[in-house]
Nanobody, 121 residues
Framework: VQLQASGGGLVQAGGSLRLSCAAS????????MDWYRQAPGKQRELVAS???????NYADSVKGRFAISRDNTKNTVYLQMNSLKPEDTGVYYC????????????????WGQGTLVTVSS
């Protein structure tokens, strides 16, 4: 299983970006999908999460500005980021709890490779 993240880039403060993360491989089902970020010199933090049923949760710092969504038919999670601030700068990682086909059905957690978001002031 692989998670491929895309959509990062350089944007001015107040601008918007949309991140995407597509899962591929021997997938039976996907449970929770998350976005994390890691700013320079800081620990990785949870930004937003979404369950298979569409329930969402956000870090206080992004509530009202970011929106997480998913397309279960495409095994893809999105993060729409609006009103971006310089403090939103960092590498954004997608994470997913995925049940995969092996000899049995096994649930594992997978990480994408990260996509860099830079917000200039």
């Amino acid at each position: 299983v692989q998670l491929q993240a895309s959509g990062g880039g350089l944007v001015q403060a107040g601008g918007s970006l949309r991140l995407s993360c597509a899962a591929s491989g021997s997938i039976f089902s996907i449970n929770v999908m998350d976005w994390y970020r890691q700013a320079p010199g800081k620990q990785r933090e949870l930004v937003a999460s979404i369950t298979s049923g569409g329930s969402t949760n956000y870090a206080d710092s992004v509530k009202g500005r970011f929106a997480i969504s998913r397309d279960n038919t495409k095994n893809t999670v999105y993060l729409q980021m609006n009103s971006l601030k310089p403090e939103d700068t960092g590498v954004y990682y997608c994470n997913a709890s995925i049940t995969v086909y092996t000899t049995y059905l096994v649930r594992n957690t997978y990480w994408g490779q990260g996509t860099l978001v830079t917000v200039s002031s």
